[in-house]
């Protein structure tokens, strides 16, 4: 076993990175990765021997910032008529969620019936941490999109806070009255500190009284005092306030907050990554073994029937339509909060001397086959019941040279979603008159954002030959389709290296400059389709390939195109071209 605190952190860290990359590799949730992982890791490491008292601190703070994360997504005036599903799903939802697990934790496993409740009350948690993964896989379209990722965020203090009430019921032995006094503290001490802390925080940043390197410390920290006080006031209490101030975020327009917004995303996917491995490697395999059927059963009881009932009755008389509904109806999994919530209360409990039974093993055995079934699932069922939109194929085009815009034409006669950005009025209206999409808006605009998603853009392309616009532009891309995915003319590629996310990639030789393209054009030179098997010839040159499903690759000299397949190659006479300029 290792018994070095940094050896075991450097491990568990990356094990949780190697995870998410193989994830994102594979586009598939990382979550599974994660769980399975974390059991590798515990059979070398003992997070409770190495960590001590210190662990479940960590932990607590390591969902704190996975909620306010998740918060700083949710923007209501977006939710539209998804508001009332949402409202009900993490009220009536949670209520069906947890008598439906009462009841079947009472018949499939041999447990105390108050820790049968205890136990149902933290399965009714869903949790970002395995919602957004799924959505940034699945891509379900609005008002899907919406519901689960509000209902995911907003289950986890609902959920939480109603464990923490049978659990004190269950240690207290409190009366109903106190129960529901206690009910209505704790989210009132949550719902006020989360407020205070949102309202001081956006008024120091809009007031300039917080220099911008500090934006983003100072956010931290008032993310983690946040939960530290309204825990104080209250157990648990902290999960709603510091999803209230990451809500607060996304729903302010008096300052700026993309900065902090990125931070945190970067920073959740770490925290994200650490937390399921270590309480992955907290679980005894033997229990999990002793009690695997009945807990999977309970899983499959959870999935069955308890969210389909939940959903019906969440949505009824809602505008959802049906194929929305049956796609909720899928999405079950249960995330790392009802893991750390459940090795919590065990604690808590065995300081009480309480036995648990198996809660713990339970619990973890329901996560690994909620999210199993999600993220084999989820996919096929999006396309299946088309709620889920197609993987992103298009292409942006920085510029409107001539190139650029043959190559536009040359797209969008192959069906491949094309975007053109960063237009000047003339070549705006000459793109707009042949039916080309043109983006005219602001690249730091919340709608460029939505567009780029909407249209599937997964590939950028900087042609503009300025390389302010090229590298500001492909940078607002990269940020959703990757720096791997962002490419160039030679002339820019300097300016990509220091100004864009990553490096851009030539799609043409060096020779071909937007300076030399513009010449070439004025000179005869054309974008053109040819069907595969093409063979370059009379100064042809390959831009792309388009793939029958129209997936577009560049890089490419157009010889590994094959039957089915289209080649959009540049010329006739750049090569000529190149030599007058070299003669004079």
């Known amino acids: 076993m290792i018994t070095d605190p940094q050896t075991a952190s450097a491990l568990i860290l990356g094990s949780a990175l190697l995870c998410q990359w193989l994830g994102a590799r594979l586009r598939v949730p990382s979550v599974l990765f994660l769980l399975l992982a974390g059991v590798a890791v515990g ?14 601190t960590g932990v607590s703070f390591g969902v704190a910032i996975l909620l306010f994360e998740g918060g700083t997504s949710l923007d209501w005036s977006a939710l539209g008529s998804a508001k009332n599903p949402v409202l009900r ?75 923490i009430v049978v659990l004190d019921a269950i240690i207290e032995d409190r009366s109903l009255t106190a129960i529901l006094i206690r009910i209505a503290t704790t989210f009132g001490a949550g719902a006020a500190t989360g407020l205070i ?104 009881v959870l999935m069955v029937i308890a969210r389909p009932l939940a959903v019906l009755a969440s949505t009824v008389g809602t505008q959802l339509r049906a194929p929305d509904r049956k796609f909720l109806m899928v999405m079950a999994p249960r995330g790392v909060v009802a893991a750390a919530v459940a090795s919590l209360f065990a604690i808590e409990l065995e300081h009480e001397e309480i036995d648990p039974g198996p809660l713990v093993p339970t619990v973890f055995t329901v996560v690994v086959v909620t999210v199993a079934v999600a993220s084999l699932v989820a996919r096929a069922a ?49 793109a707009a008159m042949e039916g080309l999409l043109v983006y005219q808006g602001r690249l730091d605009s919340p709608v460029f954002h939505e567009t780029v998603m909407a249209v599937g853009i997964a590939k950028a392309v900087a042609l503009s030959g300025t390389d302010h616009l090229d590298a500001y532009a492909t940078g ?19 300016a990509f290296e220091d100004e864009s996310p990553g490096h851009a990639r030539m799609i043409l030789p060096e020779y071909c400059t937007p300076e030399l393209l513009d010449v070439a054009f004025g000179q005869g030179a054309s974008v053109e389709v040819f069907e595969a098997p093409w063979v370059p010839n009379d100064g042809w040159l390959a831009v792309c390939k388009v793939l029958p499903d129209h997936t577009v690759t560049f890089r490419t000299d157009g010889t590994d195109a094959v039957a089915g397949e289209h080649v959009v190659a540049l010329g006739p006479g750049v090569a000529k071209v190149v030599a007058v300029e070299e003669d004079g």
């Open 43 to 56: 059979t070398v490491v003992d997070p409770d021997e190495i960590f001590g008292e210190i662990l479940f």
């Open 197 to 300: 802390f949102t309202a001081a925080l956006i008024g120091a940043l809009r007031a300039r009284i917080v220099p911008d390197h500090l934006h983003i410390p100072i956010t931290l920290g008032a993310v983690i005092g946040a939960f530290a006080v309204a825990n104080l006031l209250r157990p648990e209490a902290g999960l709603l306030a510091v999803t209230i101030l990451g809500m607060g975020f996304a729903n302010q327009k008096n300052t700026p907050a993309g900065h902090i917004t990125e931070f945190n995303e970067n920073l959740g996917a770490v925290v994200l990554g650490v937390l399921f491995v270590v309480l992955g490697a907290r679980i005894d395999l033997g229990e999990v073994a002793d009690g695997l059927l009945p807990a999977a059963a309970l899983a499959v």
């Open 382 to 430: 999006a396309h299946r019941l088309r709620v889920g939109t197609p993987d992103p194929r298009g292409v942006a085009l920085v510029g409107g040279s001539p190139f650029a815009m043959g190559l536009a034409r040359a797209l969008s006669g192959l069906g491949v979603p094309t975007m053109m950005i960063g237009l000047n009025e003339e070549s705006a209206s000459e």
């Open 476 to 494: 607002r891309v990269a940020e959703e389709v990757g720096s791997s995915n962002i490419y160039g003319l030679p002339a820019n590629e300097s």
């Open 89 to 163: 799903l993490v009220t009536i939802g949670v209520l069906v969620s947890w008598v439906v697990g009462m009841a079947a934790s009472l018949v499939l496993i041999d447990i105390d019936p108050k820790i049968a409740v205890l136990l149902a009350a933290i399965l009714t948690v869903s949790g970002p941490t395995v919602i957004m993964p799924l959505l940034r896989v699945v891509r379900p379209r609005e008002p899907s999109g919406s519901v689960l990722r509000w209902e995911g965020i907003l289950i986890d203090p609902v959920g939480a806070g109603l464990a």
